[in-house]
């Protein structure tokens, strides 16, 4: 089993930063790839950044490369996403999620269907 836990979430003026975090725990917690989603009311959960289980090969949604970044510390099995550059449609639940396999890329990362585990979410709200 697989607990993962999402932080850093807030309310953030256009052009600002914030950093999200994601805990994971549990005996085999760190041998998948790990994601991150969102999903904005009204709208479907759309994907927006993924990385191995080495850390290496991130992946990001159109909409977001260049702007945020995805990163994992082993030492402390937890999972980032940078957020720089905040714009009000990146208003939405953040989600993280553990892959079913170690390592993912472009469309197997993607599809929300590959993820086995998620946390609960944590809010990001930008504001114009």
């Known amino acids: 089993q697989v607990q993962l836990v999402e932080s850093g979430g807030g309310l953030v003026q256009a052009g600002g930063s914030l950093r999200l975090s994601c805990a994971a725990s549990?005996?085999?917690?760190?041998?998948?790839?790990m994601g991150w989603f969102r999903q904005a009311p009204g709208k479907e959960r759309e994907f927006v950044a993924a990385?191995?289980?080495?850390?290496?090969?991130?992946t990001y949604a159109d909409s977001v490369e260049g702007r945020f970044t995805i990163s994992r510390k082993t030492a402390n099995n937890t999972l980032y996403l940078q957020m720089n550059s905040l714009k009000p449609e990146d208003t939405a639940v953040y989600y993280c999620?553990?892959?079913?396999?170690?390592?993912?890329?472009?469309?197997?990362?993607?599809?929300?269907?590959?993820?086995?585990?998620w946390g609960q979410g944590t809010q990001v709200t930008v504001s114009s």
């Open positions: 990385i191995s289980w080495s850390g290496s090969s991130p």
């Open positions: 999620a553990a892959h079913i396999s170690n390592y993912c890329s472009g469309y197997t990362c993607s599809q929300a269907n590959r993820y086995g585990y």
């Open positions: 549990g005996r085999t917690a760190w041998n998948y790839a």
